[in-house]
């Protein structure tokens, strides 16, 4: 009896291996709808950043990882899925926050498209060892803050240069710490898993 691991076809994302041939479809919306659940209960890890309207949270993280995990459109469908109940009043934002109103939205908008384009890395092997990790997290981060920076300066009145002192530079060691733990995690379970890419 062989226990040699099945190959995995080129552009394949941790998603894909799970065994769904008969129930695609059904795999493919648990993992939206579980992509979108853990993005909310990870921005419930919160803490407040004195002189800044957005707390340090598990969301980017979950965001980031979601979609290298599901790939480009699972991972997209999952955040839209996220944003579009939390801006329709389920408290599941940053500190059980909800609505379409705070300044923070523009962070979510971001996870939206960073989830689907380090999907989208994913997919060329960009969570398959450290270094390409590393650069798919730093870019997915770099996405969530080009919109959510922006969004917080013009949602609260702030200079650039403010919204970058608050909504930016409090953050960057909690981003290292987060693509530290990703460059372990998504590269080790491929290798436990047996594939590579």
């Known amino acids: 009896m062989s226990t040699a691991a099945a190959p995995v076809r080129s552009g394949a994302v941790l998603a894909d291996l799970l065994p769904a041939a008969r129930h695609r479809y059904a795999v493919d919306a ?4 579980g992509g979108a659940a853990l993005t909310g209960i990870a921005a419930q890890i919160a803490v407040p950043v004195p002189g800044s309207p957005v707390p340090v949270t598990g ?3 979950a965001a980031l990882l979601i979609g290298t995990a599901l790939g480009a459109r699972r991972g997209f469908l999952s955040l839209a899925l ?3 109940v939390g801006m329709a009043g389920m408290p599941w934002f940053a500190e059980a926050s909800s609505g379409w109103s705070m300044p923070s939205l523009g962070y ?5 498209l960073a989830a689907t384009v380090v999907g989208a890395l994913a997919r060329r092997g960009g969570d398959r060892s450290v270094l390409r990790t590393a650069g798919t997290m730093v870019l997915g981060s770099a996405i969530i803050y ?3 920076v922006p969004y ?3 949602s609260t009145g702030m200079s650039m240069s403010a919204a970058v002192a608050a909504g930016l530079t409090p953050f960057l060691i909690g981003d290292a710490l987060k693509a530290a733990l990703a460059m372990g995690v998504l590269p080790a379970t491929w ?4 594939h590579r890419g």
């Open 146 to 148: 080009a919109i959510g």
């Open 108 to 112: 979510v908008l971001g996870m939206l």
């Open 30 to 33: 648990a993992l939206v709808l």
């Open 59 to 61: 969301q980017t993280f």
């Open 152 to 154: 917080l300066a013009l």
């Open 82 to 84: 996220y944003a579009l």
């Open 191 to 194: 290798k436990l898993l047996g």
